[in-house]
């Protein structure tokens, strides 16, 4: 168990450090381009997928059915991502000129897309019940989220609070 978390660490600080390289740009200086974000994302999706499987014990039969449930999930995820992606680049195209009505506008739509997230999870609760059992489901909705969480937590670090 002890490994598990070591590794869950260590690779939850790869992603960070990785996901930190995205924000931590200068806006006057920024030369992140889109496709620099693509595979960036492409790459924090690889390491979040080497991570489950490092940490989720899956017997062979398991694994067969577990992995295309999860890169469907993945898929579904990572669409949800685009629409955050394309709230914060619009968020800080409009930082220094945002509007009461645009901040609004962007706070409604970014809980819109956090409620997406949970309601994603929820549909597939079920799906991976039926090719798991419960307390590896459990275990796998555990990672996920935690994983989720850190990077939350580094994108809310990394994007300026609203200024009045």
Same mark, same amino acid.
């Given at each position: 168990?002890?490994?598990?978390?070591?590794?869950?660490?260590?690779?939850?600080?790869?992603?960070?450090?990785?996901?930190?390289?995205?924000?931590? !740009?200068?806006?006057?200086?920024?030369? =992140?381009?889109?496709?620099?974000?693509?595979?960036?994302?492409?790459?924090?999706?690889? !390491?979040?997928?080497?991570?489950?499987?490092?940490?989720?014990?899956?017997?062979?039969?398991?694994? =067969?059915?577990?992995?295309?449930?999860?890169? !469907?999930?993945?898929?579904?995820?990572?669409?949800?991502?685009?629409?955050?992606?394309?709230?914060?680049?619009?968020?800080?195209?409009?930082?220094?000129?945002?509007?009461?009505? *645009?901040?609004?506008?962007?706070?409604?739509?970014?809980?819109?897309?956090?409620?997406?997230?949970?309601?994603?999870?929820?549909?597939?609760?079920?799906?991976? !019940?039926?090719?798991?059992?419960?307390?590896?489901?459990?275990?796998?909705?555990?990672?996920?989220?935690? =994983?989720?969480?850190?990077?939350?937590? *580094?994108?809310?670090?990394?994007?300026?609070?609203?200024?009045?």
């Amino acid at each position: 168990m002890k490994k598990s978390v070591i590794a869950v660490l260590i690779v939850a600080g790869v992603m960070l450090a990785s996901d930190r390289f995205l924000f931590a !740009q200068d806006s006057a200086n920024s030369t =992140v381009t889109d496709q620099d974000v693509q595979l960036l994302r492409k790459d924090l999706r690889s !390491q979040r997928k080497q991570l489950i499987a490092a940490n989720l014990p899956l017997t062979d039969a398991e694994a =067969v059915k577990f992995w295309p449930v999860y890169d !469907q999930y993945q898929a579904e995820i990572t669409k949800i991502g685009d629409t955050r992606l394309a709230l914060i680049k619009e968020y800080a195209a409009n930082y220094n000129t945002l509007t009461d009505a *645009q901040a609004q506008d962007l706070i409604t739509r970014s809980i819109g897309v956090d409620e997406s997230f949970v309601q994603l999870r929820q549909k597939y609760v079920p799906i991976f !019940q039926k090719v798991l059992p419960g307390k590896k489901t459990a275990m796998f909705f555990q990672m996920d989220r935690r =994983v989720a969480l850190m990077i939350d937590l *580094q994108l809310a670090s990394a994007i300026p609070i609203v200024q009045p």
